[in-house]
């Protein structure tokens, strides 16, 4: 399996940005789907998945009512939508496969995509 991300960019506080990850190789609709994020100096964590066999979301605190995580399994990708943006935003995004679909642990990474949020 392989994950390719990309819609990172530079966005002023308060904008918009969606995030792409297209799975390519041996994917199933019942593997769940993540994105986490990096801030420079500080761990990876975790920001949202959507679970296989029936789409469950579950998100992180701090994206809880600005991001939304979606799934388009005709073209095995998962998207990022991200509002209301803030600095504390700005990290590198990573999408994750898992092959269970309750994506306990995650066994494929895409690469990062960039996202800066400034003010």
């Known amino acids: 399996v392989q994950l390719q991300a990309s819609g990172g960019g530079s966005v002023q506080v308060g904008g918009s940005l969606r995030l792409s990850c297209a799975a390519s190789g041996r994917t199933s609709s019942s593997y769940a789907l993540a994105w986490f994020r990096q801030a420079p100096g500080k761990e990876r964590e975790f920001v949202a998945n959507?679970?296989?066999?029936?789409?469950?979301?579950n998100y992180a605190d701090s994206a809880k009512g600005r991001f939304t995580i979606s799934r388009d399994n005709a073209k095995n990708t998962v998207y990022l939508e991200m509002n209301s943006l803030k600095p504390e935003d700005t990290a590198v995004y990573y999408c994750a496969l898992s092959l269970a679909s309750t994506g306990h642990r995650y066994e494929y990474w895409g690469q990062g995509t960039q996202v800066t949020v400034s003010s």
């Open positions: 959507i679970r296989g066999r029936g789409g469950t979301t």
